[in-house]
Each structure stands twice: as C-alpha cells, then as structure tokens.
C-alpha cells in the first residue's frame, strides 16, 4: 500500500474523471491527499475526500492565487473541522509566477497569506503542506529562505515542503526545523539533477513522504503524459533505485510516514 500525498484530482485536467482515476489508485492499493489550491478547488477536494474511500482532503491557496481571490479565513477554518480534512494548503511562496514590477508587494501579500494558513493548521492541529519556487533570475533557494523566515516569524513547523527540489543544505535547514519534505516523480528523470539525487539518498527515512502533484509531473515511464495517483508507485521505485533499498521496505515506511504525519486512521 501507498499514499500519494499530493495530488490535484479537484482541478479541470481531471474534470469528472477524477472518479476513474480514485478507481484505477484503489486497485493499486494507492490511497491519497486531495490538494486544493483555491476555494473552489479546495471544496471540491473535500467532495471528493467525502465521497471516496482512502481519499483525504487538503484545503488551501496556492500563493499564484493571491491576486485572485480574497483568502476566506471563516470559511477555511469552518472546513478545517471536517474529518476528512488532514492538512491546510497547498500553500507558501512562489517567485516564479509574478508580475515583476509588483514583486515587493505580491511577496509581502504571500507572507500574510502563508500565515493565515499557519494560524489555522495551528488552531486545529494540522499539518501544513507547503509550495516553494524560486523567480525566474533568482539564484537557487530564495524561495526556500523566504519561507525558513516566514515559518520562523509565526513559528510553527508541523509540515511538508513538498516537490522538494533543493539541494541538501537547504533540506537539512527545513529538516532540522522539523519539517518533513516530499518527492515527485522529477526523481525518475533521467536529468534529475545530482544535488536532487544527494537529497533523496541523505534524507533519514522517517522524514519524507511520496507524492505525485498530479496531474502534473508523470513519473517514469508515463513522463509527458497526465499524472494520477495510480502512479506514484513509479515515485516509490525510483526513491528506492537512488538510495538502494528494497522496494518493498520503503514503500512502508513511506506509507507510515503519511499516516503519522497526516494522522490518518
Ligand atoms: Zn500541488
């Protein structure tokens, strides 16, 4: 058994399909997390979540939304006490996807947007899932120091930096701060980069977790095409190929760290 712990069955790439694609996971033996990135992708996640067996939601807004919509807090913290509600976000900080002349300010609303998060994982115990990328001319990891400060500030830590892509300096800062990180299936690519690959290799086995981020980033051999959970088996696989453990091992170690990560029964 697996869990894909990020996954975005809410979005229009799935549409009504993302019944098939919970089918086609459950036949695997893949149970998941259901990432929502706006309200509305987040209150179809808890649908989703409601209806599905093995399927967890995880309510949010992604920091490319916050010029979009005004962020509900009322309306997130009520969700949150949903049982099948286990994590807040995908939320954090993103450099890439902005209008550069407004950078100073868009940043400033993602620190204020990332904390409203904070406050609500922390007033219902539940673990944050966390976005990094860094902007376009930027030298690697601004992305992740920006959001060490912003977690330093408000101070809570109970969560993932997910589709981690940073090198091993910057994982063992997030690491030490008792976050966990989490893989995709870049780990499969055949160009994934070597300071990736020390990461995957370095990370003690109780602090990360599998994930595809579907329906983006298809793991080996299903590259180029829509992602979904059933997949992140090959995200397994390659984990184990780098650190040269046995498949089997690692899958349940993964899967034990989802469930006392998102406290799942
Ligand atoms: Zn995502």
Redesign the pocket.
Known sequence: MLIDT?C?LSFNAFDDDWKNAVKRAQKKDVQMVC?G?ARATSEKSVTIAEESDGVFASIGMHPTHVLDEEFDVAWFSKQARNPKVVAIG?TGVDHYHLDEARKGEILAKQDVLLKQHLQIAKENNLPVIL?TRDGKTESTGEAYNHLIRVLKEFGYYKGVV?CFGGDWETAQQLLDLGLMISFTGIVTFKNASESLREVVKNVPADRFMVET?APYLAPEPFRGKQNEPSYVEHVARGIALIRGEDYDTLASQTTKNARTFFNLS
């Open positions: 990020h975005h990432v990135a995908e976005h997910h981020d």
